[in-house]
Every structure is written in C-alpha cells, then in structure tokens.
C-alpha cells in the first residue's frame, strides 16, 4: 500500500507553477482535441490527478481555464517572433525570420494553434476579448518591426501594411491545414515574394 501512495504524494506536493504548467498542457490538447463545449473538467482533472474541486481552486472555471492556455499561447507566440527578430541582420531577413517563427510556431504547437483557430465561436466576452489580444499583440509587434525598418512610411500606410501581413499570416496557416504539404519554409518563401518589396523606401 505505502509504495501505491508514494507518486500521489508527490503530485500534492508539486510546486503550484509547475502543477499549472502540467494543467494547462492537458487542458490546451483537450481543448484542441474535444473543443471548449466538448470538454470536461472532470477528464482533465482525472487526466492530471487531481480532484475537480481542486481544478478548480487553480482556475475558477472552464472558461477561466481556457483563457489561461490562450494567455501561455500568446505568452509563447510573441517570445518564437521576439527571438526570430533579434537574429535579423536586414529588414528582409527580419521579414522572412518573424515570418517562419510564425509557420513553426503553428507546427510545432498545434494544440495551441488549434485553440488561437478554433475558439472564436466560443460565446464568451472575455475569450473575444483574450482572442484579439492576441491579434493586438501580433500587430503591435510587426507594426514595431516595420517601422523601424521603413521610418519613411506614413501612419496610415504603415497601419495597413501590418494589417495586410498579420491577415495574410492568418489567412496562409489556415490554407495550410489544408494542405499540409505545405512546409513552413514553403510559405515563408510564397509572402516573402509578396511583402518583400514593402520593404524598399519610397524613392
């Protein structure tokens, strides 16, 4: 008996950020796999080994849970897209290294790419809200980006440039679900032919 309660002893006394991290690893594939209405408390606290009323403490509820893996999914987004940046030496390398961070990031996180895609249709303010934060965020990084790399462009035509890079972005990683022949590499090279000259000043 005493060797069967040794590794739930060891669950209870997991350090509170980590027992999150495990959480919201399970419930960001459950989520992905089952959808938000499809999902049960009651799987995901079974799966991680622990009560629901203590899934609950953590999180307060499914929705609270939910926007906690959409915040770690924006949390990871801007931190692939900053490192991709720093390595850029020209703004087409700075382009074409945010671009690929962005392809791979939705390849090697598909749980967490399938909540950014799928929960629109959740009906809940707050995922509305925590979902275009997150767009806000992509857009206010590559509009920073940009800038930077085409000082000469006026407000507005700055704003639509970003806008048209974050909506083809968008518009691109969900084509590839579809064609998942598609490399990351692929699709960089399809908007870096399209984008690229956005990044020469007006003469």
Same mark, same amino acid.
Request: charged content about 25%; aromatic content about 6%.
């Given at each position: 008996?005493?060797?069967?309660? =040794?590794?739930?002893?060891?669950?209870?006394?997991?350090?509170?950020?980590?027992?999150?991290?495990?959480?919201? =690893?399970?419930?960001?594939?459950?989520?992905?796999?089952?959808?938000?209405?499809?999902?049960?408390?009651?799987?995901? =606290?079974?799966?991680?080994?622990?009560?629901?009323?203590?899934?609950?403490?953590?999180?307060?509820?499914?929705?609270?849970?939910?926007?906690?893996?959409?915040?770690?999914?924006?949390?990871?987004?801007?931190?692939?897209?900053?490192?991709?940046?720093?390595?850029?030496?020209?703004?087409?390398?700075?382009?074409?290294?945010?671009?690929?961070?962005?392809?791979?990031?939705?390849?090697?996180?598909?749980?967490?790419?399938?909540?950014?895609?799928?929960?629109?249709?959740?009906?809940?303010?707050?995922?509305?809200?925590?979902?275009?934060?997150?767009?806000?965020?992509?857009?206010?990084?590559?509009?920073?980006?940009?800038?930077?790399?085409?000082?000469?462009?006026?407000?507005?035509?700055?704003?639509?440039?970003?806008?048209?890079?974050?909506?083809?972005?968008?518009?691109? =990683?969900?084509?590839?679900?579809?064609?998942?022949?598609?490399?990351?590499?692929?699709?960089?090279?399809?908007?870096?032919?399209?984008?690229?000259?956005?990044?020469?000043?007006?003469?």
């Amino acid at each position: 008996m005493e060797t069967q309660q =040794a590794p739930i002893t060891g669950r209870k006394r997991m350090p509170r950020a980590e027992r999150e991290r495990q959480i919201l =690893a399970v419930a960001e594939q459950v989520f992905a796999t089952d959808g938000y209405q499809g999902t049960s408390m009651d799987d995901i =606290a079974a799966r991680v080994g622990l009560s629901k009323p203590m899934l609950y403490e953590y999180f307060g509820s499914k929705e609270g849970l939910l926007l906690a893996c959409l915040q770690r999914s924006k949390r990871e987004l801007l931190e692939a897209t900053t490192v991709a940046a720093a390595g850029a030496d020209t703004p087409e390398q700075l382009l074409h290294d945010c671009l690929l961070a962005f392809f791979k990031f939705s390849d090697e996180h598909t749980q967490a790419w399938a909540l950014l895609r799928n929960e629109s249709a959740v009906p809940s303010a707050s995922v509305s809200t925590e979902l275009e934060a997150i767009r806000t965020q992509q857009v206010e990084f590559t509009s920073g980006l940009l800038g930077a790399a085409r000082p000469d462009l006026d407000p507005v035509r700055l704003e639509a440039f970003t806008e048209a890079i974050i909506g083809a972005c968008e518009r691109l =990683a969900l084509w590839r679900d579809r064609r998942p022949d598609i490399t990351a590499e692929q699709a960089t090279s399809h908007l870096m032919e399209l984008f690229a000259p956005s990044l020469t000043p007006d003469l």
